[in-house]
């Protein structure tokens, strides 16, 4: 069975930094393309970032673009966000999610729709304060 479990969320101000971490176990963590999504109160959940299999290739939605890096660690099996210059607006539940890919396809693809992915983790709240 797949786990997501992701960790790292807080309360902060305005401008202030936070990296994310979300680490998978149950099958090979090399084999998924991850991403990030983040979900407000009353409203649908948006893609955030993505990273592909092999690290390669990476997206990121307009909202965060400079502001935001995501990176993997297939090691440790764990996909990192890396959140500088948050703003209010960014406050919502942020989930990693991992979609299964055939391992002797090409590994830098990445994905960005919410129905893109096989799992998502529980989620982690990110709150900045103005």
């Known amino acids: 069975q797949v786990q997501l479990v992701a960790s790292g969320g807080g309360l902060v101000q305005a401008g202030d930094s936070l990296r994310l971490s979300c680490t998978v176990s149950?099958?090979?963590?090399?084999?998924?393309?991850m991403g990030w999504f983040r979900q407000a109160p009353e409203k649908e959940r948006e893609f955030v970032s993505a990273i592909s299999r092999n690290g390669e290739a990476v997206g990121y939605a307009e909202s965060v673009k400079g502001r935001f890096s995501v990176s993997r660690d297939n090691a440790r099996n764990t996909v990192y966000l890396q959140m500088d210059s948050l703003k209010p607006e960014d406050t919502a539940v942020y989930l990693c999610?991992?979609?299964?890919?055939?391992?002797?396809?090409?590994?830098?693809?990445?994905?960005?729709?919410?129905?893109?992915?096989?799992?998502y983790g529980q989620g982690t709240q990110v709150t900045v304060s103005s």
């Open positions: 149950g099958r090979a963590f090399s084999t998924y393309a």
């Open positions: 999610a991992a979609r299964m890919t055939d391992p002797f396809s090409s590994g830098s693809f990445y994905y960005t729709r919410t129905d893109g992915y096989n799992y």
